[in-house]
């Protein structure tokens, strides 16, 4: 079985990654991981690797929801079996998509907000448009704001690869740019780690922030009585 990854930089993916070779050892099959990194076009390479190597089945996590498509219809061409994990695809013939209820995870994140916020305040979102889940994270979130229409989103920069350094770097910009921020939803732990570095090395303490994954270091950062 070949398995192409998002990325084994975040904690997430590597608890996926043990989690499967865990279950694949235990079932006797012989498993292949590689991780796209977040580039489209080496996981595209990846896969059609896995088709060149006639493997028996391919799980995706795709870096690119859209983009994958053709390697997924590629894959079906090739009668071989694709399976999707975490993130789903636009298209192609997948046999299971294997994930948690992003929509209602991001759901529970705006009431939560929307609880703490006392129904006002303005809303920074930490986004990755270009990867499914999110893109059903932040619908969730959005659907719960909705029903609080004191509430704004005020900015919802893009955080290439979800990565902290970047996070941080925008939460930074949205500081200085002396906009009033009460709340931010960093749509991976990642994300949020990021926009709690900024908070902290600007000594603020006066906003929320929430995120999604409950990495040991965010659970940490929570035990703490951090704003996270």
């Not at 659907?143 to 350094?165: C, F, K, M, S, Y």
């Not at 900024?198 to 951090?226: F, K, N």
Request: glycine content about 8%; charged content about 20%; some cysteine.
């Amino acid at each position: 079985v070949g398995v192409t990854l998002l990325t084994e930089a975040h904690v997430f993916y590597q608890d996926l990654k043990r989690g499967m070779q865990q279950a694949a050892d235990s079932l006797g099959l012989d498993l292949h991981v590689v991780a796209g990194e977040w580039d489209l076009a080496r996981q595209t390479a990846q896969v059609d690797n896995f088709i060149t190597r006639r493997m028996d089945a391919v799980v995706i996590a795709p870096v690119n929801s859209s983009g994958i498509v053709s390697a997924i219809r590629t894959a079906n061409r090739a009668r071989i079996p694709v399976f999707t994990a975490d993130i789903s695809a636009d298209g192609g013939d997948v046999v299971a998509h294997v994930a948690s209820d992003n929509r209602q995870g991001g759901r529970l994140l705006g009431e939560y907000v929307a609880r703490r916020l006392a129904g006002g305040g303005n809303v920074v979102i930490l986004d990755q448009p270009t990867v499914a889940s999110v893109r059903d994270r932040v619908a969730g979130f959005r659907e719960a704001l909705a029903a609080h229409p004191n509430i704004r989103v005020v900015a919802a920069p893009a955080v290439e690869r979800g990565l902290r350094d970047v996070a941080k770097q925008k939460m930074d910009n949205l500081l200085a740019a002396d906009q009033r921020i009460d709340a931010v939803f960093g749509t991976n732990d990642d994300c949020a780690l990021g926009a709690l570095a900024s908070l902290r090395a600007a000594g603020r303490t006066d906003i929320i922030v929430v995120g999604y994954d409950a990495t040991p270091e965010a659970r940490t950062a929570i035990a703490q009585g951090t704003p996270l």
